[in-house]
T-cell receptor
């Protein structure tokens, strides 16, 4: 199994631009999580899905952030418009119910 | 706010020594997990302990869980330089939500 695949690995964009981060979870996993990691705030849970349905998006910082999971093998996290304070490493993780999370290698986002 | 809090924030030891990290959490949990993160990489699962378990072992890792105190500890015995990483605890609820603490940065000097 290739594990959780995230793209792009690095993204550099200018303030105000739209950013789309992509995630392919491990086949068969029924949970998908989006986290954001910064030095100041640590690892924050943004949103998670169960069977493609968003369960809890209380961690999404603002309306500028949106996430979708159109099918069991793909999810996106979109930021529009992006701001410098959105700079962070964004992780996607997937799991079976009650089982450990499998993380992707993350997308390092830099907004200038 | 994060569900779990680890201490210490940073730990530096010599190779061969044992390393102990602690995690406290706030609400009822289904299980608690420990993860490791090497610089620039995603988190990797180490060990899972369920709410009805008190202790679990895996190789050089020993995890304890005290649900009455809402705390857990991770012990790494006979540490190696390759154990240098950040270690995180994560709590999992019945709703499937997994929330991470701030992590402990472990440095093992050769």
């Amino acid at each position: 199994d290739a594990g959780v695949i995230q793209s792009p690995r690095h993204e550099v964009t200018e303030m105000g631009q739209e950013v789309t981060l992509r995630c392919k979870p491990i086949s068969g996993h029924d949970y998908l999580f989006w986290y954001r990691q910064t030095m100041m705030r640590g690892l924050e849970l943004l949103i998670y899905f169960n069977n493609n349905v968003p369960i809890d998006d209380s961690g999404m910082p603002e309306d500028r952030f949106s996430a979708k999971m159109p099918n069991a093998s793909f999810s996106t996290l979109k930021i529009q418009p992006s701001e410098p304070r959105d700079s962070a490493v964004y992780f996607c993780a997937s799991s079976f119910t009650g089982s450990p999370l499998h993380f992707g290698n993350g997308t390092r986002l830099t907004v200038t | 706010s994060q569900q779990g809090e680890e201490d210490p924030q940073a730990l530096s030891i010599q190779e061969g020594e044992n390393a102990t990290m602690n995690c406290s959490y706030k609400t009822s949990i289904n299980n608690l997990q420990w993860y490791r993160q090497n610089s620039g990489r995603g988190l990797v699962h180490l060990i899972l302990i369920r709410s009805n378990e008190r202790e679990k072992h895996s190789g050089r890792l020993r995890v304890t869980l005290d649900t009455s105190k809402k705390s857990s500890s991770l012990l790494i015995t006979a540490s190696r330089a390759a154990d240098t990483a950040s270690y995180f605890c994560a709590t999992n609820t019945n709703a499937g939500k997994s929330t991470f603490g701030d992590g402990t940065t472990l440095t093992v000097k050769p």
